[in-house]
């Protein structure tokens, strides 16, 4: 295992981020959780996490991240660079659900959980990646999402989307980033029903009126939620991904899984992704770019 790494989390306030945080500091890196209102909002979750780190003598650190602001994120990354001298890794977890016909979405609305989504990391990689470059050494782990690939239920419209977007852009920026050694993962967790606040703190569109209109609809998703619920196994839980993650960064450089599936659903993410692993590499290889499908390793 690389050990004291220093890791940057995004979204680090609760669920499988907090739970990264934790994980990564137990192992022994110096982690960054990051979040937002960390005076205001989140206090509470701040101290509990400093609380947490002190009482175990673990190096995690909480600092103010908001990914819908650049000045914000520019300002995470120079702290710890200033606090650490280096930055190794990033995991992209920040992100928030959206759940409704999609129709009853304004575009803006929309927009929004791209924002979110995808444009969060994006100002978090404008913020990081010179630093990255000029170690030319680093690591950005994306957790995704199984509906890039899987199955998944009617009205995640916003959401699916947003979490395509993003993993074409990690997947865009794996082979831009590779010459400069740095390397890409991406983490994909499946549905869980418990353990995080994913579902229960899902956004809505405010067009309630086209969004009534579904009525004949009603009940589905409290349907779809019982079946999911019945199928999970008694082992699914979110610190499976928290300990992938774990695993994945402490691996030597260079050797880490380009995607991970943590799916105990089993919804067609993982066949799925064999198959475009394939192409990808295959496609890599006809076109002259292969050396592209690892980071240049120092």
Not at 46 to 53: F, G, K, N, V, Y
Not at 129 to 140: D, I, Y
């Given at each position: 295992?690389?050990?004291?790494?220093?890791?940057?989390?995004?979204?680090?306030?609760?669920?499988?981020?907090?739970?990264?945080?934790?994980?990564?500091?137990?192992?022994?890196?110096?982690?960054?959780?990051s979040m937002r209102g960390v005076?205001?909002?989140?206090?509470?979750?701040?101290?509990?996490?400093?609380?947490?780190?002190?009482?175990?003598?673990?190096?995690?650190?909480?600092?103010e991240l908001d990914v819908l602001?650049?000045?914000?994120?520019?300002?995470?990354?120079?702290?710890?660079?200033?606090?650490?001298?280096?930055?190794?890794?990033?995991?992209?977890?920040?992100?928030?659900?959206?759940?409704?016909?999609?129709?009853?979405?304004?575009?803006?609305?929309?927009?929004?959980?791209?924002?979110?989504?995808?444009?969060?990391?994006?100002?978090?990689?404008?913020?990081?990646?010179?630093?990255?470059?000029?170690?030319?050494?680093?690591?950005?782990?994306?957790?995704?999402?199984?509906?890039?690939?899987?199955?998944?239920?009617?009205?995640?419209?916003?959401?699916?989307?947003?979490?395509?977007?993003?993993?074409?852009?990690?997947?865009?920026?794996?082979?831009?980033?590779?010459?400069?050694?740095?390397?890409?993962?991406?983490?994909?967790?499946?549905?869980?029903?418990?353990?995080?606040?994913?579902?229960?703190?899902?956004?809505?569109?405010?067009?309630?009126?086209?969004?009534?209109?579904?009525?004949?609809?009603?009940?589905?998703?409290?349907?779809?939620?019982?079946?999911?619920?019945?199928?999970?196994?008694?082992?699914?839980?979110?610190?499976?991904?928290?300990?992938?993650?774990?695993?994945?960064?402490?691996?030597?450089?260079?050797?880490?899984?380009?995607?991970?599936?943590?799916?105990?659903?089993?919804?067609?993410?993982?066949?799925?992704?064999?198959?475009?692993?394939?192409?990808?590499?295959?496609?890599?290889?006809?076109?002259?770019?292969?050396?592209?499908?690892?980071?240049?390793?120092?």
């Open positions: 295992m690389q050990n004291n790494q220093v890791i940057l989390v995004t979204g680090a306030s609760s669920g499988i981020g907090r739970l990264s945080a934790q994980s990564l500091a137990t192992a022994g890196h110096t982690v960054y959780a005076t205001t909002k989140n206090a509470a979750r701040a101290r509990e996490l400093r609380d947490w780190s002190f009482a175990r003598g673990l190096d995690l650190r909480v600092v602001s650049q000045p914000s994120a520019d300002a995470a990354v120079a702290t710890v660079v200033a606090e650490q001298g280096r930055l190794d890794g990033l995991v992209h977890n920040a992100g928030h659900l959206v759940v409704g016909p999609a129709e009853a979405f304004s575009p803006e609305e929309m927009m929004a959980a791209y924002d979110t989504n995808v444009l969060g990391a994006q100002r978090v990689n404008r913020a990081a990646l010179p630093v990255l470059r000029a170690q030319q050494k680093g690591l950005l782990l994306w957790v995704g999402s199984t509906t890039t690939r899987g199955g998944f239920p009617p009205f995640l419209g916003p959401y699916a989307a947003a979490k395509a977007a993003m993993d074409s852009l990690a997947v865009t920026m794996s082979w831009e980033l590779a010459r400069f050694g740095i390397e890409t993962g991406i983490v994909v967790p499946g549905a869980f029903t418990n353990g995080t606040g994913h579902f229960a703190n899902a956004g809505g569109p405010a067009d309630s009126e086209t969004a009534a209109a579904y009525d004949r609809y009603v009940g589905l998703m409290d349907q779809i939620g019982a079946r999911l619920s019945a199928l999970m196994p008694p082992e699914a839980d979110p610190q499976a991904v928290a300990d992938e993650v774990t695993r994945i960064v402490g691996l030597p450089h260079g050797e880490r899984p380009f995607r991970s599936v943590v799916d105990f659903l089993d919804d067609g993410a993982a066949a799925v992704t064999d198959v475009a692993e394939r192409v990808r590499v295959d496609f890599a290889q006809r076109i002259g770019i292969a050396d592209l499908l690892r980071p240049v390793v120092a």
